[in-house]
């Protein structure tokens, strides 16, 4: 029988000051690129995550293209990717004329293969795109160390990891430059917001004249280089401020939920992989609590019952070398092919009940 109840994959959490600090943009009327509230942003994330500079952008997208432009990124040049990533981080490489070179993940973290990135290097590699997904991260020592080894700068993709550790360090500080997406359903949100972030003063000062359309630093309405209008609003600003005040009761909901998802399925003897991690190194945020079915089959099985039910699913990415605009790419990719077939992000907001997580894993119990 059909229920009228819906489950969604994901709702924004508001706990705090956010219509407050709205309000207070409006009272004042700075409600575009500048205000107390962008200033303040950057200054408290800078701070919580451990980096020098963190610039407000637009949106996740323009971070990673911002990021590569400051880099030098540009025609000829070659970098490498996972093919199993959403794919703005392949296309900000094509926004550059760049070629993205694709490389396969590990099958028990879905995090990069740092072994096959070492393979994939060639004279034409200037940088590499490490995006930490789902709540994970990758590993960073290792990437660090073969980056360094070959002079090849690092790009954090850390759209999905926002308050994810690594050995007790937060990603997007371990590369040259890193990017964090606030769309609506990522951990902290503004609805559509972006920050880019480094320790490197000359990056941050390039990033912050190419969001503002090229504005020189000492300079009224004088522009020295073609610049872009990726700048954040003072109004997406003090929702994002208002979220990163309680960014770390958002992540232990998250992480409890995550934990509620394992003991079910443990309880229920339910046959799926749990995405989590089992070395000690990592602080998962679960951004997306995400199962592996056993088979593709499987999964469309499972998904089908539980939109019936009520409960919104999505599947997980599909590599990018299979999408027509990055189709006849080289490379063996299995490992990115089979998480892609039979990988499903669950319902992960932080206000999901236990008894939403029971009712979601019986479900798929039943379907399987």
């Not at 590990?106 to 995090?111: E, F």
């Not at 290792?142 to 850390?158: F, G, M, P, S």
């Not at 951990?187 to 917001?193: A, K, L, Q, V």
């Not at 003991?263 to 000690?280: A, M, R, T, Y």
């Amino acid at each position: 029988m059909q229920t009228t109840r819906r489950i969604p994959v994901y709702q924004p959490a508001f706990f705090g000051n956010e219509k407050k600090y709205v309000n207070e943009c409006l009272d004042s009327t700075w409600i575009s690129g500048t205000g107390k509230f962008v200033t303040t942003f950057e200054e408290e994330f800078a701070k919580k995550i451990g980096t020098n500079h963190a610039i407000t952008v637009s949106n996740g997208t323009v971070a990673l293209h911002l990021a590569l432009l400051v880099l030098d990124i540009k025609e000829n040049d070659e970098v490498i990717v996972p093919t199993f990533t959403y794919i703005a981080s392949v296309n900000a490489i094509k926004y550059c004329n760049a070629s993205p070179v694709f490389i396969d993940s590990l099958a028990d973290t879905w995090q990069l293969d740092q072994e096959d990135f070492r393979k994939k290097i060639t004279s034409k590699t200037k940088a590499i795109i490490v995006p930490h997904l789902y709540g994970m991260a990758c590993e960073m020592n290792e990437i660090c160390k073969i980056a360094k080894e070959h002079n090849i700068k690092i790009v954090e993709d850390t759209a999905e990891a926002f308050g994810t550790t690594y050995h007790d360090k937060y990603t997007g500080t371990f590369g040259n430059i890193a990017t964090f997406s606030f769309f609506g359903n990522k951990t902290i949100t503004c609805g559509e917001g972006g920050m880019v972030t480094t320790d490197d003063e000359v990056l941050a000062e390039r990033v912050r004249n190419l969001k503002s359309q090229g504005l020189a630093k000492h300079g009224e309405y004088f522009h020295d280089v073609i610049g872009y209008n990726y700048r954040m609003t003072n109004i997406t600003a003090a929702i994002g401020l208002a979220q990163l005040e309680r960014a770390d009761f958002i992540i232990e909901k998250k992480r409890q939920l995550a934990k509620n998802y394992h003991k079910e399925f443990l309880k229920q003897n339910c046959d799926v992989i749990f995405h989590e991690d089992k070395s000690g190194k990592i602080f998962h945020t679960y951004w997306m609590c995400s199962i592996l079915f056993k088979d593709a089959k499987t999964r469309e099985i499972a998904r089908t019952k539980m939109k019936e039910v009520g409960i919104e699913t999505r599947p997980v990415f599909v590599p990018a070398h299979l999408m027509p605009i990055y189709s006849g790419k080289e490379g063996d990719f299995k490992v990115a092919e089979n998480l892609a077939k039979r990988g499903i992000n669950l319902p992960s907001w932080p206000e999901l009940t236990l008894e939403d997580v029971k009712f979601i894993v019986s479900t798929i119990k039943q379907a399987i």
